[in-house]
């Protein structure tokens, strides 16, 4: 199971594109929202309703979780349970993606030190002994981030080849007219 949670604030294209590039791909991917209900507003409006609460994301299934940017990175920096999260993916070599802002979450848990990585232009700092790329998206090891809103979908088709396979994603890629 992949877990992309979700905050108030969240960069809307940062997480429903990638999410539907995973869903149409096979991927069982749930959305887990962080705030008092499953109702999740986006950095521009744009309410989505969370399959499930964050104390409901099944630690024992997990593959993957995706934290999306957008303002919303702040409250899930802020978040016990998000750490928690990602705490029990490192322990258990699950993998972690984040785009835009939230890889600065990632690098203040020193977990970039040494890794390719990209980011939103001005979280570099953040994101402590990091080798920023600059790239769409990188992948290094069970660590994958993408770099902002444009990025969204080579960070998703990132996402899908790590989770099935190359050829899985190159055929999405010309399904949806992407290439």
Avoid: W
């Amino acid at each position: 199971m992949v877990y992309m949670i979700l905050a108030d604030g969240f960069e809307e294209i940062e997480a429903i594109e990638p999410l539907d590039i995973l869903r149409r791909g096979g991927v069982d991917t749930k959305t887990a929202s962080i705030m008092q209900t499953k109702s999740v507003r986006g950095a521009h409006g744009v309410e989505v309703c969370a399959d499930i609460m964050i104390n409901e994301v099944d630690l024992d299934s997990m593959e993957m979780v995706i934290l999306p940017g957008g303002a919303g990175h702040g409250l899930l920096d802020a978040s016990n349970e998000v750490h928690a999260v990602i705490n029990h993916a490192v322990a258990y070599n699950k993998f972690i993606a984040a785009i835009c802002a939230s890889p600065s979450i990632l690098g203040k848990k020193m977990l970039l030190m040494g890794k390719k990585a990209t980011c939103y232009p001005g979280f570099e700092e953040f994101c402590y002994d990091a080798e920023m790329t600059g790239e769409k998206a990188v992948r290094d090891g069970l660590i994958i981030t993408g770099k902002g809103p444009g990025a969204a979908a080579d960070f998703g088709f990132m996402l899908l080849e790590t989770l099935k396979d190359e050829k899985t994603a190159s055929t999405l890629k010309k399904d949806m007219q992407y290439e």
